[in-house]
């Protein structure tokens, strides 16, 4: 992951030129900075660390007031293993009027890396009292838990990258893969899926639409004369909460769970075909039955808005392919308009969430 983030630094860093000013030099000079990091990004990104370094030295020379060129410096030391440097140059950008986020990221990770993992949390807490909305910094204070074994704290402050940052993906991504190690794999389903629609094309999205795939496959089982799901750990209600309340809102389990139990019905396999009619005959249900309303949902109200589109069986078939990655081919080959018609409009309809649309396990 820290790879992924230097990475983009390094793409982002020709644009973010683009936009500089340098009063102190000349524009020659300036062109020669130029020059000389955009060679030191390409020699960081073939490994060859040291003439990276030497080339942004020469650069910070004849621009030191620059905030990217040490920035750059301090990755090629995190890459270099060389932590107590970069952790100094990090923490030396910190007052820098153009620090940000991905800053604090970095400067914790090198602390966490290093094994100094109680200064990694001081460094993401530094870096939220700066930037409160930051998902990034509270993804990294919930890996550092993960890596104790504490996932009651890791899963809090994934869920509070969440709540402040609804569209950075990899808050989902660590959820999903939490929940669904646990009987609770509702919440998996849920935070894989929304995570696979923020972050398309990647290893992880291949990862959790395979996780999500298989995991359909575990949890419903079909039978001769029996079918039944289990997604949830706690899905019977207390009789005292019936008693108590004149109108009781059902737990999510007590309407996730019996409307996919009523969509598995019909089903004789668990595969991509008829995953797709379980989870359309899911999604009539729960608008016919106007949990829409009792327990709203953005993720359900936008596949609500793929299938008023027509494009929800792609949609479905796409989410779960590499689960099986041969009967999607078939599938895409054989309907090969109806597929360019869901990528076209897909592109041009994402998913979009905000702190006031957007859907956290604890509001459910």
Same mark, same amino acid.
């Given at each position: 992951m820290n790879n992924v983030v230097a990475t983009l630094a390094w793409v982002l860093l020709p644009l973010?030129? $683009?936009?500089?000013?340098? %009063?102190?030099?000349?524009?020659?000079?300036?062109?020669?900075?130029?020059?000389?990091? @955009?060679?030191?990004?390409?020699?960081?990104?073939?490994?060859?660390?040291?003439? !990276?370094?030497?080339?942004?030295?020469?650069?910070? $020379?004849?621009?030191?007031? *620059?905030?990217?060129? %040490?920035?750059?410096?301090?990755l090629a030391m995190y890459m270099k293993k060389d932590y107590k440097e970069a952790i100094r140059i990090f923490e030396s950008l910190t007052s820098h009027k153009d620090a940000d986020a991905q800053l604090y990221q970095m400067l914790g990770n090198s602390y !966490?890396? /290093?094994?100094?993992?109680?200064?990694?949390?001081?460094?993401?807490a530094a870096g939220l009292k700066v930037f409160p909305d930051a998902g990034r910094l509270y993804l990294?204070?919930?890996?550092?838990? @993960?890596?104790?074994?504490?996932?009651? *704290? /890791?899963?809090? #402050?994934?869920? &509070?990258? +969440?709540?402040?940052?609804?569209?950075? %993906?990899?808050?989902?991504? &660590?959820?999903s893969k939490i929940f669904l190690m646990t009987p609770d794999e509702v919440w998996g389903m849920l935070y894989g899926e929304i995570f696979i629609n923020l972050e398309m094309g990647s290893k992880r999205t291949?990862?959790?639409?395979? @996780?999500?795939?298989?995991?359909?496959? *575990?949890?419903?089982?079909?039978?001769? #004369?029996? &079918?039944?799901? !289990?997604?949830?750990?706690n899905s019977v209600l207390p009789?005292? *909460?019936?008693?108590? /309340?004149e109108k009781p809102v059902l737990p999510f389990c007590l309407v996730y769970e019996p409307l996919l139990a009523a969509a598995v019905?019909? /089903?004789? =396999? +668990?595969?991509?075909?008829?995953?797709?009619?379980?989870?359309?005959r899911f999604l009539d249900a729960y608008f016919d039955k106007k949990f829409n309303e009792s327990h709203p949902n953005v993720l359900f109200d936008y596949q609500r808005k793929i299938q008023e589109a027509g494009h929800f069986e792609a949609y479905n078939r796409w989410l779960l392919s590499v689960g099986d990655e041969d009967a999607f081919s078939e599938w895409a080959s054989a309907n090969a308009?109806?597929?360019?018609?869901?990528?076209?409009?897909?592109?041009?309809?994402?998913?979009?969430? =905000?702190?006031? &649309?957007?859907?956290?396990?604890?509001? #459910?």
């Open positions: 973010l030129w $683009l936009g500089t000013v340098h %009063p102190l030099c000349g524009q020659d000079a300036e062109q020669a900075v130029k020059d000389k990091v @955009l060679k030191a990004i390409e020699l960081m990104d073939k490994g060859q660390l040291d003439e !990276s370094i030497m080339l942004l030295e020469e650069a910070y $020379l004849l621009d030191p007031t *620059s905030y990217q060129i %040490p920035y750059e410096k301090a !966490s890396t /290093a094994g100094e993992e109680a200064k990694a949390l001081d460094a993401y990294e204070t919930g890996n550092v838990y @993960l890596s104790k074994k504490d996932y009651e *704290s /890791a899963v809090k #402050n994934y869920e &509070r990258g +969440i709540a402040v940052d609804p569209m950075y %993906p990899s808050n989902y991504y &660590r959820l291949a990862e959790i639409s395979e @996780l999500l795939f298989k995991t359909y496959q *575990s949890e419903i089982k079909v039978s001769a #004369n029996k &079918r039944s799901v !289990s997604f949830c750990q009789l005292l *909460s019936l008693k108590d /309340a019905v019909s /089903a004789d =396999t +668990i595969e991509l075909a008829t995953l797709n009619g379980i989870r359309t308009l109806q597929w360019r018609l869901f990528v076209s409009w897909y592109k041009e309809n994402p998913l979009l969430l =905000t702190k006031e &649309r957007m859907f956290l396990r604890t509001q #459910n």
